[in-house]
């Protein structure tokens, strides 16, 4: 979690905006290892194929955080 909340806060200091945030961030929590290029459904299926932190672990913290 604490690496999710890291990239949270670079989106955040580079200005992305929140409903952009999601895509944002899977593409770079090292776990996951998605293309850069996946669609926002894509990332949401490969998060969940993938185990944690999970779709709505990922959806909270930006609520939380923006």
Known sequence: MNEIKELITQAIS?????????????????KYDAPMDCSDTYARAWSKAMGGPTVGDLTRLIKEMY
């Open 14 to 30: 580079a200005g992305i905006a929140k409903e952009d945030a999601f895509l944002w961030v899977f593409r770079r929590v090292k």
